[in-house]
Protein backbone atom coordinates (compact mmCIF):
# COMPACT_ATOMS: atom_id res chain seq x y z
CA UNK A 1 0.00 0.00 0.00
CA UNK A 2 1.44 3.18 -0.79
CA UNK A 3 0.19 4.79 2.86
CA UNK A 4 -1.45 3.60 5.85
CA UNK A 5 -3.73 5.60 8.46
CA UNK A 6 -2.85 4.81 12.14
CA UNK A 7 -5.66 3.60 14.27
CA UNK A 8 -8.59 6.14 16.08
CA UNK A 9 -10.30 5.02 18.42
CA UNK A 10 -13.88 5.49 17.31
CA UNK A 11 -12.94 5.67 13.52
CA UNK A 12 -15.62 4.45 11.17
CA UNK A 13 -15.46 3.71 7.88
CA UNK A 14 -18.09 4.27 5.48
CA UNK A 15 -18.20 2.10 2.29
CA UNK A 16 -19.78 3.98 -0.27
CA UNK A 17 -20.99 8.17 -0.59
CA UNK A 18 -24.58 7.28 -2.01
CA UNK A 19 -27.55 8.79 -0.06
CA UNK A 20 -27.41 5.94 2.54
CA UNK A 21 -23.46 6.33 3.15
CA UNK A 22 -23.47 9.80 3.01
CA UNK A 23 -26.78 9.90 5.96
CA UNK A 24 -24.77 7.30 8.25
CA UNK A 25 -21.80 9.09 8.04
CA UNK A 26 -23.32 12.22 9.12
CA UNK A 27 -25.12 10.39 11.89
CA UNK A 28 -21.41 9.21 13.02
CA UNK A 29 -20.22 12.78 12.87
CA UNK A 30 -22.67 14.10 14.82
CA UNK A 31 -22.34 11.47 17.71
CA UNK A 32 -19.00 12.44 18.30
CA UNK A 33 -17.03 10.07 15.64
CA UNK A 34 -14.47 10.12 13.89
CA UNK A 35 -15.31 9.10 10.43
CA UNK A 36 -14.16 7.84 6.76
CA UNK A 37 -16.33 7.96 3.96
CA UNK A 38 -14.56 5.52 1.07
CA UNK A 39 -16.24 6.37 -2.54
CA UNK A 40 -15.38 3.95 -5.44
CA UNK A 41 -16.71 6.66 -8.35
CA UNK A 42 -15.52 9.93 -8.88
CA UNK A 43 -18.08 11.59 -7.55
CA UNK A 44 -21.02 11.39 -5.06
CA UNK A 45 -24.46 10.09 -4.96
CA UNK A 46 -24.03 6.46 -6.11
CA UNK A 47 -27.84 6.16 -7.54
CA UNK A 48 -28.21 9.76 -7.91
CA UNK A 49 -27.01 11.52 -10.16
CA UNK A 50 -27.49 15.88 -11.44
CA UNK A 51 -26.54 18.10 -13.93
CA UNK A 52 -27.45 21.80 -14.56
CA UNK A 53 -28.83 22.01 -17.88
CA UNK A 54 -27.58 25.12 -20.83
CA UNK A 55 -30.79 26.71 -19.11
CA UNK A 56 -29.66 26.85 -16.03
CA UNK A 57 -32.25 24.37 -14.50
CA UNK A 58 -31.21 21.36 -12.48
CA UNK A 59 -32.17 18.21 -13.57
CA UNK A 60 -31.87 14.24 -11.69
CA UNK A 61 -30.56 11.72 -14.01
CA UNK A 62 -31.01 8.65 -10.91
CA UNK A 63 -33.39 8.92 -8.45
CA UNK A 64 -35.42 11.75 -7.95
CA UNK A 65 -39.10 11.40 -6.15
CA UNK A 66 -40.08 11.55 -3.17
CA UNK A 67 -43.22 9.54 -2.38
CA UNK A 68 -46.73 10.57 -1.02
CA UNK A 69 -45.73 9.32 2.55
CA UNK A 70 -41.62 9.46 2.50
CA UNK A 71 -40.88 11.25 5.37
CA UNK A 72 -37.23 11.32 5.77
CA UNK A 73 -36.64 12.65 2.15
CA UNK A 74 -39.20 15.30 2.36
CA UNK A 75 -37.08 16.28 5.77
CA UNK A 76 -34.01 16.70 4.39
CA UNK A 77 -35.30 18.75 1.67
CA UNK A 78 -36.64 21.45 4.42
CA UNK A 79 -33.66 20.89 6.35
CA UNK A 80 -31.42 22.06 3.22
CA UNK A 81 -34.01 24.80 2.79
CA UNK A 82 -34.74 23.00 -1.02
CA UNK A 83 -38.36 23.68 -2.10
CA UNK A 84 -39.84 20.60 -3.07
CA UNK A 85 -43.73 20.33 -5.45
CA UNK A 86 -46.14 18.60 -6.70
CA UNK A 87 -46.61 18.03 -9.59
CA UNK A 88 -50.16 18.87 -11.29
CA UNK A 89 -50.90 15.92 -13.31
CA UNK A 90 -53.31 13.06 -12.55
CA UNK A 91 -53.04 10.26 -10.11
CA UNK A 92 -51.57 8.06 -12.89
CA UNK A 93 -50.07 8.51 -16.56
CA UNK A 94 -51.99 7.91 -19.72
CA UNK A 95 -51.66 4.79 -21.46
CA UNK A 96 -50.60 4.49 -24.99
CA UNK A 97 -51.36 1.19 -26.37
CA UNK A 98 -49.99 0.89 -30.32
CA UNK A 99 -51.00 -2.77 -30.68
CA UNK A 100 -54.14 -0.96 -30.91
CA UNK A 101 -53.65 2.04 -32.46
CA UNK A 102 -52.51 5.16 -31.62
CA UNK A 103 -54.86 6.31 -28.37
CA UNK A 104 -55.60 6.83 -25.30
CA UNK A 105 -56.78 3.95 -22.57
CA UNK A 106 -58.07 4.71 -19.29
CA UNK A 107 -56.43 2.64 -16.41
CA UNK A 108 -60.30 2.01 -15.37
CA UNK A 109 -60.40 0.34 -18.62
CA UNK A 110 -61.48 -3.58 -19.10
CA UNK A 111 -57.33 -4.70 -19.81
CA UNK A 112 -56.40 -2.36 -16.68
CA UNK A 113 -59.09 -4.00 -14.39
CA UNK A 114 -57.61 -7.21 -15.70
CA UNK A 115 -54.08 -6.22 -14.95
CA UNK A 116 -54.69 -5.67 -11.66
CA UNK A 117 -56.69 -8.47 -11.19
CA UNK A 118 -53.57 -10.35 -12.08
CA UNK A 119 -51.48 -8.15 -9.44
CA UNK A 120 -53.34 -9.29 -6.84
CA UNK A 121 -53.44 -13.01 -8.28
CA UNK A 122 -49.54 -13.20 -7.82
CA UNK A 123 -49.48 -10.95 -4.24
CA UNK A 124 -51.95 -13.68 -2.28
CA UNK A 125 -49.96 -16.48 -4.33
CA UNK A 126 -48.66 -18.85 -1.42
CA UNK A 127 -44.63 -18.95 -1.34
CA UNK A 128 -44.66 -21.98 -3.12
CA UNK A 129 -41.59 -23.31 -4.66
CA UNK A 130 -42.40 -23.67 -7.36
CA UNK A 131 -43.16 -19.78 -8.28
CA UNK A 132 -39.93 -19.58 -7.14
CA UNK A 133 -38.30 -21.09 -9.99
CA UNK A 134 -40.94 -19.92 -12.51
CA UNK A 135 -39.70 -16.53 -14.41
CA UNK A 136 -42.30 -13.47 -14.76
CA UNK A 137 -42.01 -13.70 -18.05
CA UNK A 138 -43.52 -16.99 -18.34
CA UNK A 139 -46.27 -16.11 -16.47
CA UNK A 140 -47.20 -13.35 -18.67
CA UNK A 141 -46.93 -15.37 -21.72
CA UNK A 142 -49.85 -17.37 -20.71
CA UNK A 143 -52.14 -14.14 -20.11
CA UNK A 144 -54.94 -14.48 -22.56
CA UNK A 145 -55.26 -10.93 -22.28
CA UNK A 146 -52.81 -9.21 -24.03
CA UNK A 147 -53.52 -5.28 -22.72
CA UNK A 148 -52.88 -6.97 -19.50
CA UNK A 149 -50.04 -8.52 -20.39
CA UNK A 150 -48.42 -5.52 -21.97
CA UNK A 151 -49.24 -2.93 -19.00
CA UNK A 152 -47.76 -6.21 -16.48
CA UNK A 153 -45.01 -6.17 -18.52
CA UNK A 154 -44.01 -2.51 -19.01
CA UNK A 155 -45.08 -2.00 -14.80
CA UNK A 156 -42.69 -4.32 -13.60
CA UNK A 157 -39.42 -3.25 -16.27
CA UNK A 158 -40.07 0.53 -15.04
CA UNK A 159 -40.85 -0.13 -11.45
CA UNK A 160 -38.38 -2.29 -10.93
CA UNK A 161 -36.03 -2.48 -13.98
CA UNK A 162 -35.91 -6.50 -14.34
CA UNK A 163 -35.29 -8.56 -17.16
CA UNK A 164 -38.19 -10.33 -16.68
CA UNK A 165 -36.82 -13.91 -17.78
CA UNK A 166 -34.51 -13.41 -14.85
CA UNK A 167 -36.96 -12.48 -11.85
CA UNK A 168 -39.50 -15.13 -10.69
CA UNK A 169 -42.99 -15.26 -10.04
CA UNK A 170 -42.15 -15.22 -6.58
CA UNK A 171 -39.86 -12.61 -6.61
CA UNK A 172 -42.39 -10.26 -8.47
CA UNK A 173 -44.72 -11.28 -5.52
CA UNK A 174 -42.62 -10.13 -2.63
CA UNK A 175 -41.42 -6.92 -4.47
CA UNK A 176 -44.95 -6.09 -5.01
CA UNK A 177 -45.95 -6.48 -1.54
CA UNK A 178 -42.95 -5.06 -0.27
CA UNK A 179 -43.84 -1.43 -2.12
CA UNK A 180 -47.57 -1.23 -1.52
CA UNK A 181 -48.76 -2.78 -5.03
CA UNK A 182 -48.22 -2.41 -8.08
CA UNK A 183 -50.84 1.18 -8.28
CA UNK A 184 -48.82 3.03 -5.54
CA UNK A 185 -45.50 2.13 -7.49
CA UNK A 186 -46.89 3.87 -10.88
CA UNK A 187 -49.26 6.39 -8.87
CA UNK A 188 -48.12 10.15 -9.50
CA UNK A 189 -50.09 12.15 -6.92
CA UNK A 190 -50.25 10.24 -3.48
CA UNK A 191 -48.39 7.78 -4.88
CA UNK A 192 -44.28 6.76 -5.36
CA UNK A 193 -43.63 9.87 -7.98
CA UNK A 194 -45.69 12.56 -5.69
CA UNK A 195 -43.33 15.32 -5.55
CA UNK A 196 -39.99 16.46 -6.55
CA UNK A 197 -37.15 18.97 -5.69
CA UNK A 198 -36.84 22.23 -7.29
CA UNK A 199 -32.73 22.30 -7.11
CA UNK A 200 -32.61 18.51 -7.69
CA UNK A 201 -32.43 15.71 -5.33
CA UNK A 202 -28.79 15.61 -6.73
CA UNK A 203 -28.06 19.02 -4.37
CA UNK A 204 -28.97 17.05 -1.56
CA UNK A 205 -26.06 14.53 -1.72
CA UNK A 206 -24.04 17.32 -2.80
CA UNK A 207 -24.57 19.36 0.46
CA UNK A 208 -24.25 16.30 3.00
CA UNK A 209 -21.06 15.65 1.09
CA UNK A 210 -20.31 19.23 1.24
CA UNK A 211 -20.75 19.30 5.12
CA UNK A 212 -18.64 15.83 5.62
CA UNK A 213 -16.15 17.58 3.94
CA UNK A 214 -12.56 16.14 3.38
CA UNK A 215 -14.01 12.90 5.01
CA UNK A 216 -15.16 12.07 1.63
CA UNK A 217 -12.79 10.68 -0.29
CA UNK A 218 -13.82 9.65 -3.70
CA UNK A 219 -12.00 7.41 -6.36
CA UNK A 220 -10.94 4.83 -3.57
CA UNK A 221 -12.22 1.63 -3.99
CA UNK A 222 -12.59 -0.67 -1.13
CA UNK A 223 -10.95 -4.23 -2.29
CA UNK A 224 -10.65 -6.10 0.68
CA UNK A 225 -11.60 -5.68 4.87
CA UNK A 226 -9.41 -7.91 7.50
CA UNK A 227 -11.40 -8.09 10.30
CA UNK A 228 -10.08 -9.08 13.81
CA UNK A 229 -10.82 -8.57 17.50
CA UNK A 230 -9.87 -4.92 17.35
CA UNK A 231 -11.97 -3.51 14.33
CA UNK A 232 -11.06 -3.75 10.76
CA UNK A 233 -8.30 -3.37 8.36
CA UNK A 234 -10.07 -1.52 5.54
CA UNK A 235 -7.64 -1.89 1.81
CA UNK A 236 -8.13 0.17 -0.97
CA UNK A 237 -5.98 0.88 -3.92
CA UNK A 238 -3.87 3.25 -2.56
CA UNK A 239 -4.11 3.07 0.96
CA UNK A 240 -4.99 0.98 4.72
CA UNK A 241 -7.71 2.18 7.13
CA UNK A 242 -7.74 0.90 10.72
CA UNK A 243 -11.56 1.33 11.65
CA UNK A 244 -13.24 0.36 14.67
CA UNK A 245 -16.51 -0.22 12.58
CA UNK A 246 -17.43 -0.47 9.08
CA UNK A 247 -20.60 0.50 7.64
CA UNK A 248 -21.32 -0.57 3.69
CA UNK A 249 -23.39 1.50 1.87
CA UNK A 250 -23.57 -0.33 -1.13
CA UNK A 251 -25.93 -2.48 -3.20
CA UNK A 252 -25.07 -6.15 -2.48
CA UNK A 253 -24.16 -7.03 -5.83
CA UNK A 254 -21.32 -4.08 -5.23
CA UNK A 255 -20.29 -5.18 -2.39
CA UNK A 256 -19.76 -8.72 -3.38
CA UNK A 257 -16.85 -7.44 -4.88
CA UNK A 258 -14.83 -6.70 -1.36
CA UNK A 259 -12.73 -9.42 -0.31
CA UNK A 260 -13.09 -10.31 3.24
CA UNK A 261 -11.04 -12.08 5.95
CA UNK A 262 -12.08 -14.11 7.60
CA UNK A 263 -15.23 -14.98 4.89
CA UNK A 264 -18.71 -13.61 5.03
CA UNK A 265 -21.23 -15.68 6.52
CA UNK A 266 -23.09 -17.94 4.03
CA UNK A 267 -26.24 -16.13 4.47
CA UNK A 268 -24.67 -13.00 3.83
CA UNK A 269 -22.77 -14.41 0.45
CA UNK A 270 -26.18 -16.15 -0.96
CA UNK A 271 -27.59 -13.07 -0.30
CA UNK A 272 -25.11 -10.79 -2.01
CA UNK A 273 -24.78 -13.60 -4.77
CA UNK A 274 -28.31 -13.86 -5.12
CA UNK A 275 -28.71 -10.25 -6.19
CA UNK A 276 -28.20 -8.45 -8.98
CA UNK A 277 -29.18 -4.97 -10.47
CA UNK A 278 -31.72 -4.06 -12.70
CA UNK A 279 -30.89 -2.12 -15.96
CA UNK A 280 -32.47 1.21 -16.69
CA UNK A 281 -31.90 4.41 -19.44
CA UNK A 282 -33.04 7.36 -18.10
CA UNK A 283 -32.97 10.60 -20.24
CA UNK A 284 -34.36 14.50 -19.74
CA UNK A 285 -35.29 16.69 -22.58
CA UNK A 286 -35.05 20.62 -21.93
CA UNK A 287 -36.91 22.91 -23.69
CA UNK A 288 -37.47 26.62 -22.85
CA UNK A 289 -40.69 26.59 -21.40
CA UNK A 290 -43.13 23.32 -21.20
CA UNK A 291 -45.24 23.66 -24.10
CA UNK A 292 -47.10 20.65 -24.46
CA UNK A 293 -48.98 21.63 -21.33
CA UNK A 294 -52.80 22.49 -21.93
CA UNK A 295 -53.16 20.32 -25.10
CA UNK A 296 -51.05 17.42 -24.66
CA UNK A 297 -50.61 15.02 -21.26
CA UNK A 298 -47.82 15.34 -18.94
CA UNK A 299 -47.32 11.77 -18.07
CA UNK A 300 -47.32 8.92 -20.67
CA UNK A 301 -46.93 4.99 -20.61
CA UNK A 302 -46.19 3.31 -23.11
CA UNK A 303 -47.08 -0.66 -23.91
CA UNK A 304 -46.12 -1.11 -27.47
CA UNK A 305 -42.30 -1.57 -28.57
CA UNK A 306 -39.71 -1.70 -25.98
CA UNK A 307 -42.04 0.08 -23.81
CA UNK A 308 -41.57 3.25 -21.88
CA UNK A 309 -43.22 6.15 -19.55
CA UNK A 310 -42.78 9.89 -20.00
CA UNK A 311 -43.11 12.32 -17.27
CA UNK A 312 -43.29 16.03 -16.95
CA UNK A 313 -41.03 16.94 -14.32
CA UNK A 314 -40.63 20.83 -14.95
CA UNK A 315 -40.19 23.05 -12.20
CA UNK A 316 -42.65 25.55 -11.05
CA UNK A 317 -41.27 28.26 -12.93
CA UNK A 318 -39.58 26.38 -15.46
CA UNK A 319 -38.06 25.74 -18.34
CA UNK A 320 -40.22 22.69 -20.06
CA UNK A 321 -38.42 18.95 -18.44
CA UNK A 322 -39.78 15.53 -20.05
CA UNK A 323 -38.10 13.09 -17.95
CA UNK A 324 -38.10 9.64 -20.23
CA UNK A 325 -37.48 6.11 -18.59
CA UNK A 326 -37.08 2.86 -20.61
CA UNK A 327 -36.11 -0.09 -18.30
CA UNK A 328 -35.05 -3.66 -18.31
CA UNK A 329 -34.12 -5.48 -22.17
CA UNK A 330 -35.66 -2.53 -23.95
CA UNK A 331 -32.75 -0.18 -22.11
CA UNK A 332 -30.05 -2.29 -22.88
CA UNK A 333 -31.48 -2.59 -26.56
CA UNK A 334 -30.42 1.54 -26.59
CA UNK A 335 -26.98 0.44 -25.64
CA UNK A 336 -25.48 0.18 -29.03
CA UNK A 337 -26.99 3.30 -30.84
CA UNK A 338 -25.49 6.85 -30.83
CA UNK A 339 -26.37 9.49 -28.56
CA UNK A 340 -28.10 11.27 -31.90
CA UNK A 341 -29.97 8.00 -32.39
CA UNK A 342 -31.02 7.05 -29.29
CA UNK A 343 -32.40 10.81 -29.11
CA UNK A 344 -34.38 10.16 -32.01
CA UNK A 345 -35.86 6.88 -31.26
CA UNK A 346 -36.54 7.99 -27.73
CA UNK A 347 -38.48 11.00 -28.66
CA UNK A 348 -39.72 10.09 -32.13
CA UNK A 349 -43.30 8.56 -30.89
CA UNK A 350 -44.06 11.98 -28.60
CA UNK A 351 -44.34 13.85 -31.87
CA UNK A 352 -47.73 12.21 -32.24
CA UNK A 353 -48.87 13.45 -28.64
CA UNK A 354 -46.20 16.86 -28.42
CA UNK A 355 -45.93 17.81 -31.68
CA UNK A 356 -42.92 17.80 -33.59
CA UNK A 357 -41.74 20.70 -30.94
CA UNK A 358 -40.93 17.86 -29.17
CA UNK A 359 -38.21 16.85 -31.24
CA UNK A 360 -35.75 19.43 -30.84
CA UNK A 361 -35.00 20.02 -27.14
CA UNK A 362 -32.78 22.91 -26.19
CA UNK A 363 -30.58 20.37 -24.65
CA UNK A 364 -30.24 16.38 -23.85
CA UNK A 365 -29.57 14.69 -20.94
CA UNK A 366 -28.82 10.60 -20.04
CA UNK A 367 -27.35 7.97 -18.28
CA UNK A 368 -27.19 4.31 -18.82
CA UNK A 369 -27.03 3.42 -15.60
CA UNK A 370 -26.44 -0.65 -16.19
CA UNK A 371 -23.15 0.68 -17.95
CA UNK A 372 -21.89 2.84 -14.86
CA UNK A 373 -19.26 0.73 -13.31
CA UNK A 374 -19.07 1.72 -10.10
CA UNK A 375 -22.93 1.58 -9.65
CA UNK A 376 -23.89 -1.87 -12.24
CA UNK A 377 -27.30 -0.50 -13.02
CA UNK A 378 -30.20 0.51 -10.81
CA UNK A 379 -32.60 1.65 -9.60
CA UNK A 380 -32.73 -1.61 -7.06
CA UNK A 381 -31.09 -4.96 -6.42
CA UNK A 382 -33.15 -7.74 -7.39
CA UNK A 383 -33.06 -11.55 -6.39
CA UNK A 384 -32.51 -13.23 -9.75
CA UNK A 385 -34.27 -16.79 -10.60
CA UNK A 386 -34.25 -19.71 -8.29
CA UNK A 387 -32.73 -17.72 -5.42
CA UNK A 388 -33.81 -18.06 -2.24
CA UNK A 389 -32.57 -15.12 -0.30
CA UNK A 390 -32.04 -11.33 -1.64
CA UNK A 391 -35.90 -10.37 -1.04
CA UNK A 392 -36.29 -7.02 0.21
CA UNK A 393 -35.57 -5.73 2.74
CA UNK A 394 -32.64 -7.58 2.60
CA UNK A 395 -30.96 -8.75 5.89
CA UNK A 396 -29.10 -6.07 7.74
CA UNK A 397 -27.66 -8.03 10.85
CA UNK A 398 -24.55 -7.31 12.09
CA UNK A 399 -21.35 -9.09 11.08
CA UNK A 400 -18.94 -8.63 13.60
CA UNK A 401 -17.62 -4.79 13.52
CA UNK A 402 -19.23 -4.45 9.90
CA UNK A 403 -23.02 -3.08 9.65
CA UNK A 404 -24.94 -2.87 6.67
CA UNK A 405 -26.75 -0.04 4.70
CA UNK A 406 -28.57 0.65 1.40
CA UNK A 407 -31.78 1.37 0.54
CA UNK A 408 -33.05 -2.17 -0.08
CA UNK A 409 -32.38 -3.43 3.35
CA UNK A 410 -34.85 -0.41 5.01
CA UNK A 411 -37.79 -1.41 6.81
CA UNK A 412 -40.05 0.81 5.16
CA UNK A 413 -39.76 1.98 1.68
CA UNK A 414 -36.94 -0.63 0.74
CA UNK A 415 -35.78 0.64 -3.15
CA UNK A 416 -36.79 4.50 -2.95
CA UNK A 417 -34.61 7.03 -1.64
CA UNK A 418 -36.65 7.29 1.42
CA UNK A 419 -35.64 4.13 2.06
CA UNK A 420 -31.77 4.80 2.02
CA UNK A 421 -32.04 7.89 4.44
CA UNK A 422 -33.99 5.15 6.82
CA UNK A 423 -31.29 2.69 6.19
CA UNK A 424 -28.38 4.77 6.70
CA UNK A 425 -29.91 6.60 10.39
CA UNK A 426 -30.26 3.00 11.14
CA UNK A 427 -26.66 1.49 10.37
CA UNK A 428 -25.35 4.65 12.36
CA UNK A 429 -27.64 4.44 15.47
CA UNK A 430 -26.29 0.89 15.43
CA UNK A 431 -22.44 1.66 15.41
CA UNK A 432 -23.33 4.58 18.04
CA UNK A 433 -24.50 1.41 20.33
CA UNK A 434 -21.88 -0.65 19.90
CA UNK A 435 -19.22 1.72 20.51
CA UNK A 436 -20.89 2.90 23.65
Request: aromatic share 6%; hydrophobic share 45%; with cysteine.
Amino acid sequence: MDSSHPPKPNTVVVVGAGLSGLVAARELVRSGREVIVLEAADRVGGRVLAETSPLGSRLDLGGQWIGADHQRVAALAREFGEVTFERQVGILPRIVDGAQGVGWLSLTGLGAVAAAAVTCTIAALAPARWSNRQPFDLFLRKLSWGRSRRLLRVGAELSWTADLDRISLYGVRRVVHSQHGLGTILSASGGAQDSLVVGGMGTLVERLARDLGDRVRTDERVLSLHSNADGVVVCTGAATYQAAKVVIAVPAPVASAIAHTPPLPSAVRNVQESTEMGAVYKAIAVYDRPFWRGSAPQDLLFLHGGGGAIFDTSPPEGPGHLCILIGGRAARALDALSADERMSRVLGPLAVHYGLRVLEPNSWHEKAWHLDPDVRGGYVALPVLGSRSGFWPLGAAPVGHIHWAGSETAMEHPGYLDGAIESGQRAAAEVVAALA
